[in-house]
């Protein structure tokens, strides 16, 4: 199969309140799994830190991300990162080690209201360049630099990627990542 543009299946979750983690996950990785069998019904396999691929087609991005209740999979030619998240109450004093000095002064000019919403749109653009270079979590966020979170631009160990925002419901924010050639997409 030759993929050209990026192709996305979703689902909501209908897991109960006090669902315990472990359950939470299993689902989530059941039903990410059978949404890109549904994608692409190919034999799937798993990397050291969990990312799936497909072992026939090495060229072919795969990526998941998955929030309590909603499960996302990407793919698409080439290298991808997804990341979602429900924007929600979140002090992110807590995390500020995760945000470059630039990223913190932009975090910190925002109205209170507008802050939140950045600041998750600041994570998930970092958390998805951190899926696509295939390390996830394992690397300080901090090492992703958003440069410009409007046009979608960031830089990761010298190469820079390109964020587009991806279609949500409006109390979600999420970005897929792709590499950019030559400074261009």
Do not use: N
């Not at 939470?24 to 692409?40: A, G, H, N, P």
């Not at 991808?80 to 929600?88: A, H, S």
């Amino acid at each position: 199969m030759v993929m050209t543009q990026v192709r996305f299946a979703q689902q909501w979750l209908d897991l109960p309140a006090d669902a315990s983690r472990q359950t939470c996950r299993e689902t989530q990785r059941l039903v990410s799994r059978s949404l890109i069998q549904q994608l692409l019904p190919a034999p799937l396999a798993y990397r050291r830190l969990g990312q799936p691929y497909f072992p026939s087609q090495p060229k072919l991005g795969v990526s998941v991300s998955h929030t309590a209740q909603f499960v996302l999979v990407a793919l698409g030619p080439g290298p991808l990162g997804i990341d979602v998240e429900q924007v929600q109450p979140r002090d992110f004093t807590a995390i500020q080690r995760a945000f470059t000095s630039a990223e913190w002064r932009l975090l910190q000019a925002q109205p209170k209201l507008a802050r939140q919403r950045i600041g998750w749109q600041l994570w998930t653009a970092k958390e998805a360049v951190l899926k696509l270079v295939g390390c996830g979590l394992t690397q300080a966020p901090r090492r992703v630099e958003v440069l410009d979170l409007k046009q979608g631009v960031v830089r990761y160990q010298s190469q820079l990627y390109r964020l587009r925002p991806l279609a949500l419901p409006a109390m979600y924010v999420g970005w897929v990542a792709q590499p950019m050639r030559d400074g261009r997409d």
